[in-house]
């Protein structure tokens, strides 16, 4: 039987006839064919450069070429006047040998010590207690978010403001702790929270109350985001909630401690606010943290080359601590099977 030539031509017009002539101009609409033909993007060549571009400006100007000057004036007499009539002289590691050789550094740097292990330490143990009893024991959701944003509540405050806030609160005459201490019968007369003893510690406990929400969401959005088929089989093995803890949920929650440790330790070597408002460094230089003398000698005495130097010498010792910290975190994970 011969075919008709309807038929012919519905077989001949089959997927040829509804696919597309890639190479006929014809068939693309007239926006697209009325582009440059050498352009094979649709957005135009610079977009790339300038999404691009901007944040290397920007990330140049304001952490690369700060940077580089730091190095070049921690090296230099430079003081505010010679900075703006631009005389200064190369005087080597003078400015180091300064900072290096001065009790009042060293001193600094122990109060330093004394922030970091009392501190943020205390912060991240803190917040990491506060997440799990949130998780682990409220289980109403609504409850949950609301003691989730009380907690958080602090950190959303400015330094600033948390430091004029604590300084009323700690105000030895008629300060709100001193009198809720004494209408508890826990003291028998006013303390002098601002004395050369406990000035320190009257910062760290503001601190605390200020930033230990930090450490609390990230290790509550970790403890969050762990498998629930682990401790429905722990619960199936007959595992104890204290087994669990110690056994489960910790250890699978070391990566995320370790990050709010790494976070708060890097802001500690940059903690100026408190102590500025607070005490400004005093009594007697007994609240100084080496952060804070680099923006006296820098912003306050106009020392610019010896504030370099300063803050060469904190930059190396929290990049050595962070190394050392990460070395450890990382043959602790090695000797696990996890890195």
């Given at each position: 039987m011969t075919a008709t030539s309807s038929e012919i031509s519905q077989t001949e017009s089959g997927p040829k006839a509804n696919s597309i002539d890639r190479?006929?101009?014809a068939t693309f609409p007239d926006w697209f064919r009325a582009r440059k033909a050498r352009s094979n993007l649709i957005v135009a060549r610079w977009v790339p450069i300038v999404l691009v571009g901007l944040p290397v400006l920007v990330l140049f100007g304001i952490v690369v070429y700060p940077t580089i000057w730091m190095f070049y004036h921690s090296v230099h007499d430079t003081n505010m006047m010679r900075l703006f009539q631009g005389n200064w002289s190369y005087i080597g590691f003078e400015n180091f040998a300064t900072v290096l050789g001065s009790d009042r550094f060293w001193d600094s740097t122990v109060h330093l010590l004394?922030?970091?292990?009392?501190?943020?330490?205390l912060q991240v143990v803190l917040g990491t207690v506060l997440a799990l009893i949130l998780f682990e024991l409220v289980k109403n959701n609504a409850l949950r978010t609301l003691i989730l944003i009380l907690l958080v509540l602090p950190m959303m405050m400015s330094p600033s403001i948390v430091g004029v806030l604590w300084k009323f609160l700690?105000?030895?005459?008629n300060g709100a702790v001193n009198q809720a201490l004494l209408n508890l019968g826990l003291i028998s007369k006013h303390i002098e929270w601002f004395n050369s003893?406990?000035?320190?510690?009257?910062?760290?406990v503001a601190?605390?109350?200020?930033w230990t929400a930090l450490p609390l969401l990230i290790v509550y959005s970790g403890r969050v985001s762990l498998p629930p088929a682990v401790y429905e089989a722990a619960k199936v093995d007959g595992a104890?909630?204290?087994?669990?803890m110690r056994r489960i949920t910790l250890p699978m929650l070391k990566e995320v401690i370790a990050i709010a440790f790494i976070l708060r330790f890097t802001d500690a070597?940059?903690?100026?606010?408190?102590?500025?408002?607070?005490t400004s460094g005093g009594p007697a230089q007994s609240s100084e943290l080496p952060t804070y003398i680099?923006?006296?000698r820098g912003i306050r005495e106009f020392a610019i080359g010896e504030a370099a130097a300063y803050a060469i010498i904190i930059f190396a010792i929290s990049a050595v601590i962070i190394t050392l910290f990460l070395k450890y975190l990382k043959r602790v994970l090695k000797a696990q099977g996890i890195a």
């Open positions: 190479d006929d101009p004394q922030y970091l292990s009392f501190g943020a330490c700690l105000t030895p005459s003893g406990i000035s320190l510690w009257s910062i760290i601190d605390i109350w200020n104890s909630g204290w087994q669990v070597f940059k903690f100026v606010d408190l102590v500025y408002i607070m680099a923006f006296q």
